[in-house]
């Protein structure tokens, strides 16, 4: 499995190996020493997540202040484009943003860290979308950042506006928005 820091390093794009022929395909998707390699240190996984949308639906972007969630995400039908917001203030790329395809064909996985808001949009007619987390959903102490924040400046591959929860709705603004020291 090939592991690509991408400009905002702690967000590691993962390229599986895969073995394909006319019957179908087989690929390793995660591997705990390979995983553990790249990012640098032990990580659990403790919850995994599905969910299904529709074209132009944008999730995002999510982050827990307490609880904080690892993600590794990954699509299994469709394809989606995937943002990560570094939300730590300490950092040198605080308030940067990156984005990968996620698609069903490229099989491609995005290992998003502790202290990142995460969304995605969906460019496909529909899009499975799979993730490990590292800690439990915690309604209480969820936080959504605003998906169309000009300070950030995401450059969502749609035209139009995507299909929106009503809490991606009310996201916050970067500079009002309770970030991580």
Same mark, same amino acid.
């Given at each position: 499995?090939?592991?690509? *820091? ?5 967000? !590691? ?9 006319? /019957? ?19 990580? *659990?996984?403790?919850?995994?997540? +599905?969910?299904? *949308?529709? /074209?132009?639906?944008? /999730? ?29 203030? *300490? ?20 290992? !998003? ?29 969820? /936080? ?9 400046? !995401?450059?969502?591959? !749609? ?15 970067? +500079? ?6």
């Amino acid at each position: 499995m090939k592991a690509t *820091s991408l400009a905002v390093p702690e967000v !590691i794009l993962f390229e599986p190996q895969v073995f394909g022929d006319a /019957r179908g395909f087989f690929l390793e998707s995660f591997n705990q020493t390979v995983f553990e390699k790249a990012v640098g240190r032990t990580v *659990s996984f403790v919850q995994d997540n +599905h969910s299904k *949308s529709t /074209r132009h639906v944008l /999730r995002g972007l999510h982050y827990q202040l307490s609880q904080t969630q690892g993600k590794l995400v990954r699509v299994v039908s469709g394809e989606v484009f995937d943002v990560a917001v570094d939300l730590r203030r *300490s950092s040198p790329t605080f308030g940067q943003w990156v984005g990968a395809l996620l698609t069903e064909q490229n099989k491609h996985q995005l290992w !998003i860290p502790e202290g990142f808001a995460h969304g995605f949009v969906v460019l496909s007619e529909y899009a499975d979308f799979l993730y490990k987390t590292t800690d439990y959903y915690s309604p209480a102490s969820e /936080r959504c950042l605003a998906w169309n924040d000009p300070d950030i400046g !995401i450059e969502w591959p !749609i035209d139009g506006l995507p299909e929106l929860s009503e809490k991606d709705q009310s996201g916050s603004p970067l +500079h009002a928005a309770e970030c991580f020291d």
